[in-house]
């Protein structure tokens, strides 16, 4: 018997923690990262730091994740993306995907 039948949902999931770099803040960023999220049923939260990078976590199917991650390198069409630094997360508890305040 194959282990992932019986394995808990959230374990098939992909779940990353990512910062973005680049003119990412007052170009609609977040709003964008949240639409995109929806539509592509993931997870998770984004938020601006005050350093004026974008923070976010984006848990789900691994290949929504990854087309999520690529969407992040072009970002809305005023923003300009220097880099997106990306390491695993723990897959986040609520199910949807919200805007949190800045840190």
């Keep these: 018997m194959n282990a992932e ?5 959230d374990v098939l999931l992909k779940s990353v923690h990512v910062i973005i770099s680049g003119r990412v803040q007052g170009v ?3 709003g964008w990262t949240k639409k995109q999220a929806h539509s592509l049923n993931i997870r998770g939260w984004v938020r601006n730091r ?3 990078t ?3 976590v984006f848990a789900g199917v691994p290949d929504d ?3 999520m991650l690529a969407k992040c390198w072009k970002g809305p ?3 300009s993306v ?3 630094r990306v390491e695993p997360a723990e897959v986040p508890k609520k199910m949807d995907f919200v805007d949190l305040p800045t840190v």
């Design 50 to 52: 005050r350093d004026g």
């Design 54 to 56: 974008v923070e976010a």
């Design 5 to 9: 039948v019986n394995a808990p949902v």
């Design 28 to 30: 609609w960023f977040r």
């Design 82 to 84: 220097k880099a997106v």
């Design 65 to 67: 994740v990854d087309a």
């Design 77 to 79: 069409p005023v923003a």
